[in-house]
Nanobody, 125 residues
Framework: QVQLVESGGGLVQAGGSLRLSCAAS????????MAWFRQGPGKKREFVAA????????YGADSVKGRFTISRDNAKNTVYLQMNSLKPEDTAVYYC??????????????????WGQGTQVTVSP
C-alpha cells in the first residue's frame, strides 16, 4: 500500500521560509518522479515543482522559480520542498504526488497515480 505523508507546513510571515517533507512508503521510491502541487483558497490545484526519477533534474512553475527548490533523498524515501521568500499568495494546501518513471508532462495532475493528504501553508502579510 502506497502512502505519501507530507509534513512541515505551518504559519509564517511574508519573507520567511519553510521546508516541506513528503515521506513515501510502499513503493520503489527511486523509480518515481515526485512532484508538489498546491491549492489555494478558492483556487484550482496547481503544479509547483517536480523532480525526475531518472536523473534528479527538476522543473518548477514560473511563480516559484528562484524561491522554491525541490530535492529528494532516495535513501530516506523523501522529497522536500524548500520555500524561501514566501508571499501571502503562496498560502495553500501543499500536496506531494508520485508517478512511476515519468519524465514528461510533469505539470499534469492526471499523470500522477499517488497523492498525499496535504499540509497547510499560511503566509501572513
Amino acid at each position: 500500500q502506497v502512502q505519501l505523508v507530507e509534513s512541515g507546513g505551518g504559519l509564517v510571515q511574508a519573507g520567511g521560509s519553510l521546508r516541506l517533507s513528503c515521506a513515501a512508503s510502499g513503493l520503489t521510491f527511486s523509480s518515481y518522479t515526485m512532484a508538489w502541487f498546491r491549492q489555494g483558497p478558492g483556487k484550482k490545484r496547481e503544479f509547483v515543482a517536480a523532480i525526475r526519477w531518472s536523473d534528479g533534474s527538476t522543473y518548477g512553475a514560473d511563480s516559484v522559480k528562484g524561491r522554491f527548490t525541490i530535492s529528494r533523498d532516495n535513501a530516506k524515501n523523501t522529497v522536500y520542498l524548500q520555500m524561501n521568500s514566501l508571499k501571502p499568495e503562496d498560502t495553500a494546501v501543499y500536496y506531494c504526488a508520485a508517478d512511476f518513471r515519468r519524465n514528461t508532462y510533469l505539470t499534469e495532475q492526471m499523470n500522477y497515480d499517488y497523492w498525499g493528504q496535504g499540509t497547510q501553508v499560511t503566509v501572513s502579510p
